[in-house]
C-alpha cells in the first residue's frame, strides 16, 4: 500500500498489520468496544498499543485483532483479565520457543550437511572436500586403502 502520489518502493510509507494506524476511536469501533475498554487494557498490559510523541495511542491491525480476542475469550468463553493475561502471556512464550526450536533446528541441520562431507587426497597427497556421492578427479593410486574420519563430539 503506498502513500498518496509516493513511488511504491516507499519504505516509509509501508503499512502491514503491525503498523500503528488507528486512533483509538477507531480501534474501539473496528474491535467493538468502548474507547474506555481500550484505556483499562491497555493499563493492564493485554493489549499495549504503540504512542506518538505526543502520548496518544495507536493501534496497529494486530492490535485490533488481539482485542477481539480478548473480547472473545471475557464473554464467549468466560475468562477472567487475569486468566486471558496469562493465556497471552503463555501463547507469547511459545512463539518465541518455536522461534528459537526453529534456529536450533537450522543449527543442526548446518552441522549435519557439514559433517556429511567427504574428503578425498589429492595427487600430492592434499586433503580436498568433496560433496557426498561425488568421485575424485584424481586417479587412484596403487593403494586401495579407505580411511573414514569422524569428528570429536
Known sequence: MAGGGRGAGDAAYRIDDQTPVFVIS?????????AQTLR?????????PSRTRGGGRRYSARDVALLREVQRLSQDEGVSLAGIQRILELEREVLALRSRV???HAQ?????EAERR??????????VAMRHGQRSRYPLSRSRAVVRWEPER
Open 26 to 34: 477507531v480501534a474501539a469501533q473496528l474491535s467493538g468496544m468502548h
Open 40 to 48: 483499562q487494557y491497555d493499563r493492564l498490559g493485554l493489549v499495549t
Open 102 to 104: 526453529a534456529d536450533l
Open 108 to 112: 543442526l541441520e548446518a552441522r549435519i
Open 118 to 127: 567427504v574428503f578425498a587426497a589429492g595427487p600430492s597427497g592434499d586433503i
